[in-house]
């Protein structure tokens, strides 16, 4: 595609539910990373994928977080039994190649709130 | 380790210049700038890279000091359309992600 795509764009839930947030990274883009920015803050690093592989997933916060990436491309960012500190934007980014020498794009984020 | 970005918020006038500053306590190897707008994605500004090599913007540059792990970004003759806040992602040593500063909240008003 011709940028990062997540959905939804807006998300509110009630605590202790799941939720399910996706991203569409720029076609043939081997890298995805997830971030997440509470109001205000900056950009926190939760978790990042080589292809189908993660191999960093030190910034998620709890185990009520996990991550999945499949065919190398669409990747889904579930967050069980919902708490009203997971409000936030998540944020996804894409490069052509892993490191930190890569250019990262990002997506417009998913708006989550949880009441 | 999070960069500490300075200042943390400056308002200037249209026309009137801004350094936006990065600092690092550990060893980088690259330097990423971003500038997102309320509401709106982070839009890649500029990369710097351990060795000198620079990827830019016209009208907007920055500097790269591997020694002194800092890094500054240079907003000339600003626009109004450069309002809105910058982050500086930091790539520290063999990590493959970046680290974020908690960024810059730049106003420039007519």
């Known amino acids: 595609g011709a940028g990062v795509s997540q959905s939804p764009s807006n998300k509110v839930t009630e605590k202790g539910k799941d939720v399910e947030l996706r991203c569409d990274p720029i076609s043939g883009h081997t890298a995805l990373y997830w971030y997440r920015q509470s109001l205000g803050q900056g950009l926190e690093f939760l978790i990042y994928?080589?292809?189908?592989?993660?191999?960093?997933k030190s910034g998620l916060p709890s185990d009520r977080f996990s991550a999945e990436r499949t065919g190398g491309s669409v990747s889904t960012l579930t967050i069980q039994r919902t708490q009203q500190e997971d409000s936030a934007v998540y944020l996804c980014?894409?490069?052509?190649?892993?490191?930190?020498?890569?250019?990262?794009?990002f997506g417009p984020g998913t708006r989550l709130l949880v009441l | 380790q999070q960069p500490v970005q300075s200042p943390q918020a400056v308002i200037l006038r249209e026309g009137e210049d801004a350094v936006i500053n990065c600092s690092s306590s550990?060893?980088?190897?690259?330097v990423h700038w971003y500038r997102q707008k309320h509401g709106e994605a982070p839009v890649f500004l500029m990369i710097?890279?351990?060795?000198?090599e620079q990827k830019g913007h016209e009208k907007i540059s920055a500097s790269f000091n591997e020694k002194k792990q800092q890094s500054s970004l240079y907003l000339t003759a600003s626009q109004l359309s450069y309002s809105g806040t910058y982050f500086c992602?930091?790539?520290?040593?063999?990590?493959?992600?970046?680290?974020f500063g908690q960024g810059t909240r730049l106003t420039i008003n007519p």
């Open positions: 710097l890279l351990k060795g000198g």
């Open positions: 550990k060893a980088l190897y690259s």
């Open positions: 992602g930091t790539g520290q040593g063999g990590a493959q992600k970046l680290v």
């Open positions: 980014a894409s490069s052509a190649n892993r490191g930190s020498r890569e250019t990262q794009y």
């Open positions: 994928f080589q292809g189908n592989s993660a191999p960093d």
